[in-house]
């Protein structure tokens, strides 16, 4: 046999012997986050409040957390549905995945404040940087590029999503609504962390989570709440998202 022909038998085989190409995961194939404590930074303002209270009626073990222990307690005695109130710092320990949901303006304090207790958590930032006018609601822009970008910069040691911007606490706080008919676009640099953000939306009837990018897209998903603001004063409605063809 010439070497010519040892060459080509050899890349023949080679090729033959080459492994498959693994089918593309199902974007749609999400992992089971029914034994997740979620715990909520902020749980008691409306947001915060809100989204608790669909997760715990969806039957998801949440605890809500406050500057003060009590008003926590106070707060999740009035949701029910076995949610636990507790101060920031105990919240975020017991929790495996960390809503932030305090107002913008004490956002990098808190999160500065919780380093230690968040570090190795899954956090789920939906803080949307705003400032308001006579002309109505406007989109902040900060040094870091939007709330989720600072939070992952004060968070080294936590992993760091963004989600749940668009949703009306009006809807989510009204026990007479069963489904919240909107989408939720999750961002974050891991799609295995994201995956379980999107899992965690998806367990609210009506609500789907789809990813939507790294965390660097993050200001024009916050920013948008301007636009939905000024909707719903138009409107008298309380808009979210749904996206089309997906």
């Known amino acids: ?4 022909d040892s060459g080509q038998t050899a890349s023949g085989t080679a090729a033959e012997a080459a492994p498959a190409k693994a089918p593309a995961k199902d974007p749609w194939d999400l992992p089971d986050v029914s034994d997740l404590v979620v715990g909520v930074l902020g749980g008691t303002g409306p947001q915060g409040k809100g989204l608790a209270y669909r997760l715990a009626r969806a039957g998801q073990k949440v605890i809500i957390g406050s500057r ?3 008003r926590a307690r106070s707060a999740a005695g009035e949701l029910g549905y076995g949610v636990e109130g507790a101060d920031n710092a105990e919240t975020a320990r017991r929790s495996d995945i960390v809503i932030v949901a305090v107002p913008w303006d004490g956002h990098g304090k808190t999160l500065e404040a919780l380093r230690e207790d968040l570090a190795g958590k899954l956090v789920v930032d939906c803080v949307n940087p705003l400032g308001f006018d006579k002309q109505g609601a406007y989109a902040l822009k900060p040094e870091e590029g939007s709330a989720a970008e600072q939070a992952a910069a004060l968070l080294p040691d936590s992993r760091v999503t963004a989600a ?4 009306s606490a009006v809807l989510l706080q009204d026990p007479e609504i069963e489904e919240i008919d909107t989408d939720v676009m999750v961002l974050g640099e891991v799609r ?5 953000v999107q899992a965690l939306a998806g367990r609210i009837p009506g609500m789907r989570g789809i990813f939507g990018g790294r965390l660097r897209n993050a200001h024009q998903v916050e920013s948008l709440v ?9 409107y008298k409605a309380h808009a979210g998202l749904r996206l089309t063809d997906v």
């Open 226 to 234: 301007a636009n939905l603001i000024s909707v719903n004063r138009r």
């Open 164 to 167: 749940f911007h668009h949703l």
């Open 68 to 70: 003060v222990a009590d």
């Open 1 to 4: 046999m010439t070497s010519t």
């Open 192 to 196: 295995a962390d994201v995956e379980i």
